[in-house]
Structures are given as structure tokens and as C-alpha cells.
């Protein structure tokens, strides 16, 4: 019996082998935030290796990416981070939806909540491990996107519109 479910198992694996998600390569950078803001050469290098996998349209994938289910992990795990920000559709958003993507990197950074654990542990993208002085460079240049934002642009177009609950109308 024991035999059958492992044979049951190998065979779900192998045959899960052929099914793959669409790798997050297209590397569009039509509205990338080097487009629109100065991203220096160094801050431009910590995106590159601690946030750009997740959070852009080109992801440099680890051998183990082509190995299923890790491979759909990974791809969910991507295409969440691109929904919550993503540097290469940066300039497409609302001015003011960029300029708190710039305040939740900032928290983000600070917080020490991204890179996700997940990503560096176990010696995994040792590249990605932030030093504080690393941090603190993204952090200070997130500022400088914050108030070169503030000094250009109307102070009612850098806030977020609430969206709650509608009102009933009365008649």
C-alpha cells in the first residue's frame, strides 16, 4: 500500500513538472521610476538585488524556480509583491499613489519587514541582506523622492483619496 501511494506521489510530481507559470521576464520599462525620478547608481544596485525579483517586471529566478509547486510559490509570491509595488510601472500610478508608494517603502525599509524573510533565509539571496547603512541609503533617497514630489507638485495631488463608504443620496 505504501508502495502505491508513493508511486502515486513521484507520478503527481513528475507530471506537475509540465505545467509552469509564465516567468516575470518581459523587463518593460516604459514607465520605470528611472524614468521619471533620479535613482542613483548605489540605491539603484540595492533595488536590483533586494527588491527588483518582486517588485518589477524582471525577475532573476534561482535554479530551484524550475522545479514544481516552488515554481508556482515563487510566481505567486511575485506577482503579490508586483501588486502591492512595482518599480517598473512606478510613473504610471497617480502622483499621489507614488508619492505613498515612497512613504510605505520608507515604513517598509525602516521596519525591516522587506526584504521578506522569506527570501533571505537560509543563505538564500545573501545579496539581499541589508546592512543599516544599505537601509538607511534607500530610506534617505525615498525622502529625497518624497520632497522633490512636495516642491513640484500642488499639495492636494499628493494625498491619496479616501475611498469608504458611499453615502446614500436622499431624494
Known sequence: MIKKILGGLLLVLIIIQFFRPEKNDSNDMTYDIS??????????????????????????????ANVQPIAWWLDGHIKDGKRHLNFSEFTKRPIAEQNHKFEETIEMVEEHEMPLKSYTNFGLHPEANLSDEQREDIIVWAKEQMAYLKNNYPADSLVRKRRGPKTPTVK
Open 35 to 64: 524614468t521619471k525620478y533620479n535613482v542613483p547608481e548605489k540605491v539603484n544596485h540595492l533595488l536590483q538585488v533586494s527588491c527588483n525579483d518582486c517588485h518589477s517586471n524582471k525577475s532573476e529566478y534561482p535554479w530551484y
